[in-house]
């Protein structure tokens, strides 16, 4: 429910995410564009991590894993009064250093911690959850030899990551089959990279999705996305964001109809309208046909235009960190967009 694409670069600072294994319930690989349901930057698929409910993890639970190159340890405490479910868990790990082929050590050594929680609860027909998680690690960098700028040899020194987000989710099942849910986020990272940057993040998500009762043959859903960031930079010698100090909001707007043509073909199409600072309005539609050719076989197609929009690394960055720049950022950076024909079978 939580997008950890950072908006600094359009990635994934994958160093700074972690998820107790026993409590993720399944991890979604959506192969191809995304961008009607996920917006700008679902460009090639989607990694969905979706997690237990707290009712399914109750009691207590110790996990510990040690190998030669380091250590996991993990506990886990639920709990459940009346209606309402929660869990607690705290975990750590240890990396070692690693070492070339020659026997030379590698500044790559890792350890990190975590603290986190969940509750949920139901009343009538609304479902209620909030889950929040804090944690800091201190990655090695690997050294790649001697990096100069403007004449002055640097050195990569340890990274020093944290973050803290908190999640409130309320759903309510409607007369019909009908949904109606609200989801609001409030993350904040930091991550220091000597000799080259320090980025404190904090950005402010809410989300309204309403899914219809169905009606005849269409399945109509759809939904608004407000999200706000402020992002704060410490520039170095190698690289300058400027402005140092920076706001940006994206705001959408989204729909979909599955249509049921007949009780084994079915069309989907979508729209998402997606604002960003940067380039303005990006949409992002989608069609999808598929036909069940039996219970367990079924072809389908698509036809998709997707966005990747530019970030701060696009628009902001001068290398290096004072003039003479020889790389210069600009106003002038367009979208990537892609258009995408699909065909698959699954069976």
Do not use: C
């Not at 986020?185 to 989300?207: C, G, K, M, N």
């Not at 049921?260 to 949409?283: C, K, M, Q, W």
């Not at 020889?326 to 979208?335: H, I, N, T, W």
């Amino acid at each position: 429910g939580r997008s950890v694409y950072a908006p600094l670069f359009s990635g994934v600072f994958w160093d700074m995410q972690d998820v107790m294994l026993e409590d993720v319930e399944r991890i979604e690989v959506i192969s191809g564009p995304g961008g009607t349901m996920w917006g700008v930057n679902a460009v090639n698929g989607v990694i969905n991590i979706i997690t237990r409910g707290a009712a399914a993890t109750q009691g207590s639970l110790v996990a510990l894993g040690a190998a030669s190159d380091g250590l996991d340890a993990a506990f886990r405490q639920g709990g459940q009064s009346g209606n309402a479910s929660w869990r607690a868990y705290g975990k750590v790990l240890r990396r070692s250093h690693g070492e070339t082929a020659a026997g030379t050590r590698v500044n790559d050594a890792w350890r990190q911690a975590q603290l986190g929680f969940r509750a949920d609860w139901e009343r009538g027909s609304d479902t209620f959850t909030i889950n929040g998680n804090l944690y800091r690690g201190r990655p090695g960098q690997p050294e790649p030899g001697e990096i100069s700028v403007t004449g002055t040899a640097l050195r990569l020194g340890e990274l020093d990551t944290e973050g803290a987000n908190l999640t409130a989710h309320w759903e309510r099942a409607l007369d019909g089959g009908g949904r109606l849910s609200v989801q609001a986020y409030l993350d904040h990272t930091r991550r220091e990279v000597p000799p080259t940057f320090t980025e404190s993040l904090w950005i402010a998500d809410l989300q309204l999705e309403h899914t219809l009762p169905a009606w005849g043959r269409h399945s109509l859903m759809w939904g608004a996305n407000l999200r706000h960031s402020w992002d704060s930079v410490q520039n170095s010698e190698v690289i300058a964001f400027l402005p140092a100090n920076e706001q940006q909001t994206w705001g959408s707007l989204y729909a979909q109809d599955e249509l049921a043509l007949h009780p084994d073909l079915s069309l989907t199409v979508g729209a998402r309208i997606e604002r960003n600072d940067y380039t303005g309005n990006e949409f992002l539609p989608t069609a999808r046909l598929a036909w069940r050719m039996s219970p367990r076989h079924t072809v389908w197609s698509a036809l998709s235009r997707t966005v990747r929009a530019p970030t701060r690394l696009d628009v902001d960055a001068f290398i290096p960190g004072r003039p003479p720049y020889l790389l210069r950022g600009g106003p002038q950076v367009r979208s990537e967009v892609a258009k995408v024909f699909e065909a698959g079978y699954r069976g």
